[in-house]
């Protein structure tokens, strides 16, 4: 069974930015899209940011033009680059293939407040 471990998240404040990483234990990347989601309190989760297993991004508009998705297949990690951080994107960040598949890992919990 695949596992994934996401880290990277943190306190920040608006306007700063974060690296959000998740670890996979299998070498999933090439097979399928893999996904970044995220989850605010009281709202449901929501897909943000794709790679497809040919490695083509697509993005939700609420973080187009200031995330960036990108994998390293060597290590099973995908990466999350969160630029220009606001308040409304505090949320718990899980990954997952897309659409998903896999058990949900812990998520990272990504707070921005000054």
């Known amino acids: 069974q695949v596992q994934l471990v996401e880290s990277g998240g943190g306190l920040v404040q608006p306007g700063g930015s974060l690296r959000l990483s998740c670890a996979a234990s299998g070498s999933i990347f090439s097979i399928h899209a893999m996904g970044w989601y995220r989850q605010a309190p009281g709202k449901q989760r929501e897909l943000v940011a794709l790679m497809t297993n040919v490695g083509i991004p697509n993005y939700a508009d609420s973080v187009k033009g200031r995330s960036t998705i990108s994998r390293d297949n060597a290590k099973n990690t995908v990466y999350l680059q969160m630029n220009s951080l606001k308040p409304e994107d505090t949320a718990v960040y899980y990954c997952?293939?897309?659409?998903?598949?896999?058990?949900w890992g812990q998520g990272t919990q990504v707070t921005v407040s000054s």
């Open positions: 997952n293939a897309v659409p998903e598949r896999y058990p």
